[in-house]
Structure formats: structure tokens, C-alpha cells
């Protein structure tokens, strides 16, 4: 099953403004991860957050991870209309049987920024 | 730079038949991925590789099976296509140790009529 469910489904901003995208999942993580897609193309990857911290941040991008409520939520500040994706968080916990990792993604918050 | 490459971006079959998606990557890493991808579901796990001949399923396994017989490369098969596996299908790769950071491929649209 789905690891991740981020929220909202669709943001529609004006260029300039911030944008807050959440995820949230179900089971014990050792990482989470946030990736971008331009329409029809493969995903890409845009920051790792570990277990153990809880605020990263990556040029115009900030990521909180906060693990007893399962959630992270993923913001761009000062948004531009480049920045128009689909945005994904991934999860990996171990696989249990063969001490791989599974990643694991949700279904994505389109993102729209209107010039 | 980093590659993870699809053989095809477009493809259309015919329902029954068998279908092969390639996906090569040169940065040697030890996990690789096959995920559908489809409006409103997102992605979702078909199997995955830790190691050559390896494989494990993911959530989505019925009707396709993997093929992993170099580290470099990971094959999709629908040993039987049909219609409902029109889809997006992604391949990635990323390492067994941190950063699991994972790269995908360009992704290859398959139509099945």
C-alpha cells in the first residue's frame, strides 16, 4: 500500500507567494524524501530528510519532519512560475527479508504558479 | 552526470502480446525500480532489485514480472499485455547506503490496444 499521502491535492499561487505541501504516512521511516515532476517526465530528486532531524532546508526550499504525527510538509518560499510540478514525498523503510530499501511514494500535490 | 535511461518513451501494443520495458543505469547502484504511474493514484511499486537475479515484489505485482541479470539493468515484462496496463511506467535506481537518493528514468508511456 501507499506509504505517503500528500495534501493538498492541487495549490493554484500567484508567483512570488509561498507554497505548503504535506505529506503524510503510515509506518516507521528512516528517511523521507521530496521529489518534483514536470508534467511528463520522471521524478526528481529535491531533498532527504533523516529520522532523527527535524527542519532542513535546501536554497528555496524548507522541509519539517516531525515523526510522532507521522508528517512532514515541504515549503517553497518566494515561489516562481518554473516551480509549476507535481511534487511527491517518498518514504524507505527496511524490507524486512532481504534488508533492502523499499521507496515508497505518495500521489503527489500538483503545484501551479500563475505568472 | 548520473543516467538512468528508458529504451523507449513511447510505446503501443497490442492486447496479448508480450512487452519488454529496458531500464539501464551507469552509476552502479545496487537498488533499481519499476513503479506505474496514474492520474490520481500516483505512483505505485511494481517490484524492486537490492542485487543481480534479486528481486522483490512491491505493491502492484500481478501480471508483470523483472528480469535482473546485471547490476546495470532492470526489465519490466508483461508477459501478457492488456488494456488496464496502459500506464506511465518509471524506472529508478539509487544505492543501498545513504544517500538513497533515487534517479529516474525519462519514463515510457505504453498504450495497450
Known amino acids: 500500500s501507499q506509504q505517503g499521502e500528500e495534501d493538498p491535492q492541487a495549490l493554484s499561487i500567484q508567483e512570488g507567494e509561498n507554497a505548503t505541501m504535506n505529506c503524510s504516512y503510515k509506518?516507521?521511516?528512516?528517511?523521507l524524501q521530496w521529489y518534483r515532476q514536470n508534467s511528463g517526465r520522471g521524478l526528481v530528486h529535491l531533498i532527504l530528510?533523516?529520522?532523527?532531524?527535524r527542519e532542513k532546508h535546501s536554497g528555496r526550499l524548507r522541509v519539517t519532519l516531525d515523526t510522532s504525527k507521522k508528517s512532514s510538509s515541504l515549503l517553497i518560499t518566494a515561489s516562481r512560475a518554473a516551480d509549476t510540478a507535481s511534487y511527491f514525498c517518498?518514504?524507505?523503510?527496511?524490507?524486512?527479508?532481504?534488508?533492502?530499501?523499499?521507496?515508497?511514494f505518495g500521489k503527489g500535490t500538483k503545484l501551479s504558479v500563475i505568472p | 552526470d548520473v543516467k538512468v535511461t528508458q529504451s523507449s518513451r513511447y510505446l503501443v501494443k497490442r492486447t496479448g502480446e508480450k512487452v519488454f520495458l529496458e531500464c539501464v543505469q551507469d552509476?552502479?547502484?545496487?537498488?533499481m525500480f519499476w513503479y506505474r504511474q496514474d492520474p490520481g493514484l500516483g505512483l505505485r511499486l511494481i517490484y524492486f532489485?537490492?542485487?543481480?537475479?534479486?528481486?522483490e515484489k512491491g505493491d502492484i505485482p500481478e501480471g508483470y514480472s523483472v528480469s535482473r541479470e546485471k547490476k546495470e539493468r532492470f526489465s519490466l515484462i508483461l508477459e501478457s499485455a492488456s488494456t488496464n496496463q496502459t500506464s506511465m511506467y518509471l524506472c529508478?535506481?539509487?544505492?543501498?547506503?545513504?544517500?538513497?537518493?533515487?534517479?529516474f528514468g525519462q519514463g515510457t508511456r505504453l498504450t495497450v490496444v
Open positions: 517518498a518514504t524507505d523503510g527496511s524490507y524486512s527479508g532481504a534488508g533492502s530499501y523499499q521507496l515508497t
Open positions: 509506518t516507521s521511516i528512516n528517511n
Open positions: 552509476m552502479d547502484h545496487e537498488n
Open positions: 529508478a535506481s539509487s544505492p543501498s547506503r545513504d544517500p538513497l537518493e533515487a534517479f
Open positions: 532489485s537490492y542485487d543481480v537475479k534479486m528481486k
Open positions: 530528510i533523516r529520522s532523527n532531524e
